[in-house]
Every structure is written in structure tokens, then in C-alpha cells.
């Protein structure tokens, strides 16, 4: 399959969360550590979204761009924009997510997931999907097994939702 528009799939952030996921797991076990970070990033970016798609549909989080046309990427409406023409922005990487989780600790399920929010969002906050490009001297092995312990973490929050139909 190629990557043409014919070949294109819809988006499935909670199918491309767990591919990665795993992917990343495999990897780390094998001492394959820059490419398992990598994924690790990319495996919490795309269950987060799925969880926000899920959840978060009442605070304007929706796969409908600015311009109000179905997208394939996931859109949100920054509480915080000074323009209100402005306000509806495309959620980027894990890094850039920060402002829209709190969407997620609404109502009776927020106490429990402000831990996990938290963790995630600390240990994303200089993750960059950029770092693909780069020779890998960079990687710290403690921040490392912390970005995999808190994507085991969004992998069973996911797992959770996918069993139970609700946030924990």
C-alpha cells in the first residue's frame, strides 16, 4: 500500500495508540531506547486524543476544523484564545496537548485522572516528534523509563475506557 489519497485510512487514534504502544514496548525490551521513546510519545499522544475525541466532545474537542468541515485530525476550542476567530485550534503533538487534558478531569472521574494527567504531561512536556531526525545522544535513560512507565499508564487508562465505557 502506498501513501497516495487512494490508500488513505480514516483516523483511528485509539488503533494507532496501541500499534505504537506495542511497537514501543517491543522495542524498549530489545534495547532499541531512541525508537522506543519515540513511539512511547506517540503511542500516549494518540490514546490521549482518543480519550479526548471520547470525552470531550462538550468542550468543543471534535474532528470539525476552524472552518467548521469534518478533518482528519482532532480540533479543540482554547478556552484561553484572546481572538475569538482564533479559538478553535488543531491538537498537535503530546507536547502541545497540555492545555486540552484538563478536559478530561470534568465531573465525578477528575480526581482520579488528575494524577495521570499530570504525569503524562510532565514527562511529554520535551518530547518532540522532531527528535526522529536527530543521532540520539540526546536520550536520557531515567527520562526514558519514565515516558514508559507513564505510557503503560495511558495504555491501561485506554484499556480501561475500552472495557468499562467510562473513565475510571
Given at each position: 500500500?502506498?501513501?497516495?489519497?487512494?490508500?488513505?485510512?480514516?483516523?483511528?487514534?485509539?488503533?494507532?495508540?496501541?500499534?505504537?504502544?506495542?511497537?514501543?514496548?517491543?522495542?524498549?525490551?530489545?534495547?532499541?531506547?531512541?525508537?522506543?521513546?519515540?513511539?512511547?510519545?506517540?503511542?500516549?499522544?494518540?490514546?490521549?486524543?482518543?480519550?479526548?475525541?471520547?470525552?470531550?466532545?462538550?468542550?468543543?474537542?471534535?474532528?470539525?476544523?476552524?472552518?467548521?468541515?469534518?478533518?482528519?485530525?482532532?480540533?479543540w476550542?482554547?478556552?484561553?484564545?484572546?481572538?475569538?476567530?482564533?479559538?478553535?485550534?488543531?491538537?498537535?503533538?503530546?507536547?502541545?496537548?497540555?492545555?486540552?487534558?484538563?478536559?478530561?478531569?470534568?465531573?465525578?472521574?477528575?480526581?482520579?485522572?488528575?494524577?495521570?494527567?499530570?504525569?503524562?504531561?510532565?514527562?511529554?512536556?520535551?518530547?518532540?516528534?522532531?527528535?526522529?531526525?536527530?543521532?540520539?545522544?540526546h536520550?536520557?535513560?531515567?527520562?526514558?523509563?519514565?515516558?514508559?512507565e507513564?505510557?503503560?499508564?495511558?495504555?491501561?487508562?485506554?484499556?480501561?475506557?475500552?472495557?468499562?465505557?467510562?473513565?475510571?
Amino acid at each position: 500500500m502506498g501513501d497516495d489519497a487512494e490508500n488513505k485510512g480514516t483516523t483511528d487514534y485509539a488503533c494507532a495508540g496501541e500499534r505504537h504502544y506495542e511497537d514501543a514496548s517491543h522495542l524498549y525490551s530489545r534495547g532499541r531506547l531512541l525508537n522506543a521513546d519515540h513511539l512511547f510519545g506517540l503511542a500516549v499522544e494518540c490514546l490521549m486524543k482518543a480519550l479526548l475525541q471520547r470525552f470531550a466532545g462538550p468542550h468543543g474537542v471534535s474532528m470539525r476544523n476552524s472552518g467548521g468541515s469534518d478533518s482528519d485530525r482532532l480540533w479543540w476550542d482554547d478556552p484561553h484564545a484572546e481572538n475569538q476567530n482564533k479559538k478553535r485550534k488543531a491538537l498537535g503533538h503530546i507536547n502541545q496537548m497540555r492545555q486540552a487534558l484538563p478536559f478530561l478531569v470534568d465531573g465525578r472521574s477528575g480526581p482520579s485522572l488528575t494524577q495521570a494527567l499530570t504525569r503524562v504531561s510532565t514527562d511529554f512536556e520535551k518530547w518532540l516528534v522532531d527528535d526522529r531526525y536527530t543521532d540520539g545522544t540526546h536520550l536520557d535513560p531515567a527520562l526514558l523509563t519514565r515516558r514508559q512507565e507513564a505510557a503503560a499508564l495511558t495504555h491501561d487508562l485506554h484499556l480501561h475506557v475500552e472495557l468499562t465505557g467510562k473513565l475510571p
